[in-house]
């Protein structure tokens, strides 16, 4: 790695493509195995990853793996560098994955989170900030979560949340970080998944345009615990079933609504996920681009050395 930036997992977003070009950027790309794709789909799309010869690395969910134990079988074949395994118990994975020579971090939105996760022996530490997008929790904030956690550990901790370029970065590093955790600003990348009518929202949005529940969870019946909402961008969906989300879950008109309006990519009931760092964007680039906007964290630490700002 050349950039000190992990691309946050997405599900829908991170395949193999995007991870590839993140990682040949000099950051290091992670593929976001969602709980609906297939073993085969990691296989395929890990093989894309690993095509150019750089570490990579997989995200999984444990209460998805709990399910879809061939999720993981797949991910032991593949061997990446990291493996990142979150919401839900993880411990029964952390040594199988170790055994094959994986690095294993998890995402921890509090402190207990990151106690949990040094007992259970995993050797990265993701300090996940409520201003992050996607799933985790609303709890903490990132920089005063980031904190907490250094102070309780040694192991490497990445930062996540919020981090939308090279002022954000250079902030976590100062505090200690080891590296951003970066989803959200690879987001619109034209490596990744995402269709041009999302990207295109995504673009328009600004940091005010995001929300923090379980409405889209309740819609698609994936099986998400209630514990982890998610923050993706307001739409007329979200403002809907706000608050009813139990009458949701059994409400079999309002989930074909959100299932068409995903496969139709119509923004106003599609979920969008995505963190606060949102109205930082404003284009589709190249992932390169967007790593070499990171790199610029060394100019703004040499200015804070200096006593001055950049």
């Known amino acids: 790695m050349t950039v000190p930036v992990v691309g946050a997992p997405m599900a829908n977003v991170s395949g193999g493509r995007l991870t590839a070009a993140i990682s040949a950027g000099g950051g290091l790309g992670m593929l976001g195995a969602g709980s609906a794709v297939s073993a085969e789909w990691i296989r395929a799309e890990g093989a894309i990853a690993a095509a150019g010869g750089r570490p990579y690395g997989i995200g999984l969910m444990a209460w998805s793996v709990r399910e879809r134990p061939e999720h993981l079988e797949a991910v032991l074949e593949l061997r990446p560098a990291l493996v990142s395994l979150s919401f839900g118990d993880y411990t029964p994975y952390v040594a199988p994955l170790q055994a094959e020579g994986i690095t294993v971090a998890t995402q921890a939105g509090t402190v207990a989170d990151a106690r949990e996760a040094i007992d259970a022996g995993v050797d990265v530490i993701v300090a996940r900030g409520a201003e992050a997008g996607g799933h985790g929790r609303n709890a903490v904030g990132t920089l ?49 998944l995402i269709s041009d009518p999302i990207a295109q929202r995504v673009i328009e949005a600004d940091e005010t345009d995001t929300v923090y529940g379980t409405v889209f969870d309740a819609a698609s019946r994936a099986g998400w615990p209630d514990e982890f909402g998610g923050r993706a961008l307001r739409n007329a969906y979200f403002d809907q079933w706000e608050g009813r989300e139990q009458e949701l ?28 760092g949102v109205g930082a964007i404003n284009g589709r680039p190249m992932a390169a681009e967007v790593l070499d906007g990171f790199a610029g964290y060394r100019d703004y630490l040499k200015a804070a050395l200096n006593g001055g700002a950049k």
């Open 144 to 192: 005063p979560l980031l904190q907490a956690i250094l102070e309780l550990t040694d192991l490497p901790v990445l930062a996540g949340g919020g981090i939308s370029g090279a002022r954000g970065l250079a902030a976590v590093l100062a505090a200690g970080a080891a590296g951003g955790w970066i989803g959200t600003a690879f987001l619109t990348c034209v490596e990744g």
């Open 249 to 276: 879950k059994a409400d079999d008109t309002g989930h074909t609504d959100y299932v068409d309006g995903t496969k139709a990519a119509d923004v106003t009931r599609a979920s969008i996920y995505a963190g606060q």
